[in-house]
């Protein structure tokens, strides 16, 4: 590389001789850029830092034009134009609190995620026409039941939040197993018992691939339930203020009740 050093994105180190025989400068790597785009630079303009031994031209030190848009490690620590010492500390100082509260919101969003999440998927579902007839968690998982009160069948759901830890939510998102199920009453006890039979299942099915479909059937009550497993973003629901989409997930939940409505139909009716 023929510079001595890479100066850090906004600090003055670049001088600019053009071919037209103006000077410039000091210049930053941003305002360096700047200047190239406008025209007003050239890669055959000669370029100069401090430590360096002789001009060179801009294109022999084309790394000066480069990651621009990364972080700068001395942009904190250098002072700004007209700016005191005690300011500059200030500054600094600010900005560590700054960053203190910026870390307690994104904990604190880890944390109450969980809960904002279920409270979305229960009122989304009863907008659908639906009754929150049994809610439950054994601190891992959360189990919904609804009824619809127009023909008595069902929507039942566990919903897991799979990313509660901060550093992990940071580079997979916010995500959550969702298992739904769709049940209705078929009153025939040699049908629930053939629904079980047929699938060797007993309640929700662990570690299912995602999109399978699986049936169990209820004997006390008389109602065969298909089911789903499936990987949830929770970010494409609940954005950072806690705003909820509202009609994307009554949709979502609305679309994965009528495909297993006709699964379930076209087995047993």
């Excluded at 799979?162 to 009453?185: C, D, F, H, N, W």
């Excluded at 494409?236 to 139909?265: C, E, F, M, Q, S």
Aim: hydrophobic fraction near 40%; charge should be negative; glycine fraction near 10%.
């Amino acid at each position: 590389m023929s510079l001595t050093r890479m100066p850090g994105v906004d600090e003055l180190a670049v001088h600019v001789h053009t071919a037209a025989g103006q000077q410039l400068g000091p210049l930053s790597r941003r305002a360096l850029d700047e200047s190239v785009k406008n025209g007003d630079v050239a890669g055959a303009d000669h370029i100069w830092m401090q430590g360096m031994t002789d001009w060179i031209p801009l294109s022999d030190a084309g790394e000066l034009l480069e990651n621009l848009d990364a972080p700068d490690p001395t942009a904190e620590m250098a002072a700004l134009p007209g700016e005191s010492d005690d300011d500059r500390q200030d500054r600094i100082f600010g900005g560590l609190v700054q960053k203190s509260w910026d870390y307690l919101e994104d904990h604190e969003f880890a944390s109450h995620i969980d809960e904002v999440f279920l409270g979305a998927i229960i009122t989304a579902t009863l907008d659908t026409g639906h009754s929150l007839i049994d809610l439950s968690s054994n601190g891992t998982h959360h189990f919904l039941r609804f009824q619809s009160d127009e023909d008595k069948s069902r929507v039942i759901a566990r919903v897991t939040h799979m990313t509660p830890s901060m550093a992990v939510s940071k580079v997979l998102g916010q995500r959550a197993s969702v298992i739904i199920g769709y049940g209705e009453k078929l009153g025939s006890i040699t049908k629930v018992m053939g629904a079980i039979r047929a699938e060797f299942q007993s309640g929700f099915l662990q570690d299912a691939d995602p999109g399978t479909i699986t049936v169990d059937g209820d004997i006390a009550t008389g109602y065969v339930y298909c089911q789903v497993d499936m990987y949830w973003n929770i970010d494409d629901y609940v954005g950072r203020d806690y705003r909820i989409d509202y009609p994307k997930l009554t949709n979502h939940i609305g679309a994965t009740r009528h495909a297993l409505r006709k699964y379930l139909r076209g087995r047993f009716q």
